[in-house]
């Protein structure tokens, strides 16, 4: 590692273009975006202050890289960073060992020791945090500093960003750090989808770049667990591979930590082996209308040692900081019907999470509990009465109370009241999808930021469920956590614009925003109201924005089953419309993102699997066309027979690309195999359609 004098620091800062004190820095987000847009110089997220200095910056001057300061504990990071320069802005420097005068780049990574030679204010660097960092490019050399190494990590992805396919910039100077302390994603792997393991490293490596530090794996049962041994399926990773992915985070600044279910949403565990017997009994007479979830009886001494269990092997599995757990949507019913009255609940419940809470601390961690709105009774399970009855320890993520629930207003004060650190959550509006609902996943993400941030939140992570079990492929995931992690980073509305030009030159290498626009374009089509018939005929509507009905579970049923005996289409009121506006906004987003295939220079499974994710929108189309043409009968038997046959064929390639690309990315599942097999049979029943056309 390089040493150096401090007499030869005070070289540096003659030299540095970012000397303490000197700078008149521009705070405000709408013109930081546009300036830098003007200078076509693309950071994600976009930096929270900046200044221009004279001159411009040309890379292609460097004679190499140069590090000062307390030792890095990640060496591959430097490396790392040599070899994206090399890729990404072609220019290929040396680690130096001697650095003299001249153009270099200098990475500082300060410490108390060293602060009055440190060449930006260290103490406002250690105001911000470990995650805090400044970069000045300019005449004379590019210089970074940070308190933390995550900020130098973040400095040279700065760097990187920066001169990304153009080595001569404008003289700017950054000062940046986050607006929240946690920003993640959750991703859901236990209901219809289990990522490899090389899969999930390179997502984590991405959201590094986007400047996450929380990744969280919806786990249910998928963990192999080495005392109960009949609990996980075939495709759940063992310990030694959450530990893996856990160093590979770490590497980066990151956490990865589990969500895990420990009251209700027991069904996957509880149809293994004999754990029902660890769940509140069905009254006898059935559920008479509650809402019914197997759930552990936590009255009982046995079930919370089989909870306690589990916690003790995802501890071993994930050596973070905090284990999240979920305590909401429970058979209260069966608590009740058993003996225990409502009211008595929430202290019941608060006995039970501190209890598993002290499993964690035994491992140096705390619970993240979630909850609905605070307020919530019964089958939500809010803890409100008993909210300071909790451990202190214990972080409460808030699930969708700034939209979709809400109760923000309450909760929020509560929180800060108390002086409970809490986590904002949103979601991706992924569920059931080919692509997400990315403009719902982004207003979701401003909105639950926006209302958060007065408040004191600590974190926020944006959620990918799988309720219904996952179709969609891993990289549709991609664009709308990094505008989350863009919106936690800032704080505030982030300029898509700016966003949309800086995401697909950091994750594809691409020097337009066409990608980004075509894959807003398509999950857009998620928006597009579903007016159907209910059981007793009457007209209702399912649209897709903040707290109206949502289009959960209907934007895969078209592409599945007959075209004709199909019982979800035949419900459809007004489809004609429906079918027209679908066509319309599917060929405009694959065309969109069709004109990147070229350009793409990275992460091109990626790409593959988020332009197929516009194909079944298509394939929904054509379907819905034929249906319509027949019904009305201005098709004859033999158009309407040439069609399912074009349309197969089409729904055929469709399906071996999925398979292609799902088996490349993930692990073989049971929703998986039932995904092709349903697009197989729907397939067939086309073409045995087609065949009975013929013979008319």
């Known amino acids: 590692m390089l040493k150096t004098a401090i007499s030869f620091l005070l070289l540096i800062l003659c030299a540095c273009a970012f000397a303490k004190g000197d700078k008149q820095m521009d705070k405000s987000p709408k013109s930081i975006s546009s300036a830098l847009d003007k200078a076509h110089i693309y950071i994600m997220p976009q930096p929270r202050e900046i200044s221009w200095g004279k001159g411009k910056c040309d890379l292609r001057k460097a004679r190499g890289i140069a590090f000062y300061g307390k030792e890095i504990k990640n060496p591959a990071l430097l490396s790392e960073f040599r070899q994206d320069l090399a890729e990404r802005a072609e220019t290929d420097l040396p680690i130096a060992e001697k650095a003299g005068s001249g153009f270099y780049i200098r990475l500082y990574l300060a410490d108390e020791s060293v602060a009055d030679k440190c060449p930006v204010d260290y103490s406002l660097l250690k105001e911000k945090g470990e995650e805090a960092c400044a970069v000045s490019a300019g005449p004379d050399?590019?210089?970074?500093?940070a308190c933390g190494e995550t900020g130098l990590f973040y400095a040279m992805e700065t760097i990187v960003q920066m001169f990304s396919y153009q080595r001569?910039?404008?003289?700017?100077?950054v000062f940046d750090y986050p607006a929240v302390k946690y920003r993640g994603m959750m991703y859901d792997v236990s209901r219809g989808q289990m990522p490899k393991p090389e899969t999930l490293k390179s997502l984590i490596r991405l959201f590094?770049?986007?400047k996450s530090n929380m990744t969280e794996l919806y786990l249910e049962d998928m963990l192999k667990f080495e005392k109960y041994p009949d609990i996980a399926p075939d495709d759940a990773f063992t310990r030694d591979e959450y530990l893996s992915l856990s160093r590979c985070a770490a590497g980066y600044g990151m956490e990865l930590h589990p969500m895990m279910q420990v009251l209700g949403h027991m069904e996957r565990i509880a149809s293994r082996g004999d754990y029902k017997k660890f769940m509140v009994a069905m009254p006898e007479g059935g559920a008479q209308g509650h809402a019914w979830t197997q759930t552990i009886d936590v009255r009982r001494p046995e079930a919370v040692q089989f909870v306690c269990d589990l916690l003790d092997e995802v501890c071993l599995a994930f050596p973070g900081k905090y284990i999240n757990v979920d305590v909401t949507e429970i058979a209260d019913f069966g608590f009740t019907a058993s003996g225990t009255p409502a009211e008595e609940l929430p202290g019941l419940m608060a006995g039970y999470i501190n209890t598993l809470n002290k499993v964690c601390n035994r491992h140096g961690m705390s619970l993240s509990v979630a909850q609905s709105p605070l307020r919530a009774e019964g089958h939500l399970n809010g803890l409100g009465k008993v909210l300071d009855r909790l451990d202190k320890d214990i972080v409460v993520g808030s699930y969708y109370t700034s939209e979709f629930y809400g109760g923000w207003d309450h909760d929020y004060p509560v929180f800060q009241k108390q002086g409970?650190?809490?986590?904002?959550?949103?979601?991706?509006?992924?569920?059931?999808?080919?692509?997400?609902?990315?403009?719902?996943?982004?207003?979701f993400s401003d909105i639950t930021m926006e209302r958060a941030m007065p408040y004191g939140a600590e974190g926020s992570i944006t959620c990918d469920w799988g309720d219904f079990g996952h179709i969609h492929l891993p990289g549709v995931l991609i664009y709308p956590s990094m505008y989350h992690f863009a919106a936690c980073w800032n704080g505030c509305g982030v300029d898509r614009d700016y966003f949309d030009k800086a995401f697909c030159l950091a994750v594809f290498g691409l020097k337009d925003d066409a990608l980004a626009k075509g894959i807003v374009k398509t999950g857009d089509i998620n928006q597009i109201p579903i007016e159907r018939l209910d059981g007793a005929g009457n007209v209702f509507t399912h649209s897709n924005y903040m707290t109206g009905n949502y289009n959960l579970g209907f934007y895969f049923r078209e592409l599945f089953d007959g075209v004709l005996d199909n019982e979800f289409m035949a419900k459809a009121v007004n489809p004609d419309k429906r079918t027209e506006a679908i066509g319309k906004a599917e060929v405009e987003g694959y065309e969109l993102m069709s004109k990147a295939a070229s350009g793409v220079r990275f992460n091109r499974e990626f790409y593959d699997e988020i332009l197929w994710s516009a194909r079944p929108y298509h394939t929904i189309y054509l379907r819905m066309l034929?249906?319509?043409?027949?019904?009305?009968?201005?098709?004859?038997?033999?158009?309407?027979?040439?069609?399912?046959?074009?349309?197969?064929?089409y729904y055929t390639k469709m399906r071996a690309d999925y398979i292609s690309l799902y088996e490349a990315s993930c692990r073989d599942s049971a929703q998986y195999r039932g995904n092709i097999r349903w697009m197989q049979e729907s397939i067939d029943k086309a073409l045995a359609l087609a065949e009975e056309q013929k013979e008319k």
């Open 141 to 145: 050399g590019v210089t970074a500093a």
């Open 420 to 443: 409970r650190a809490f986590w904002a959550m949103p979601w991706l509006s992924s569920h059931t999808r080919f692509m997400p609902d990315v403009t719902f996943s982004m207003d």
């Open 208 to 210: 590094a770049r986007g």
């Open 626 to 649: 034929l249906r319509s043409q027949k019904l009305k009968e201005s098709i004859s038997p033999a158009d309407f027979a040439k069609g399912l046959e074009e349309m197969a064929d």
């Open 168 to 173: 001569e910039i404008k003289s700017v100077t």
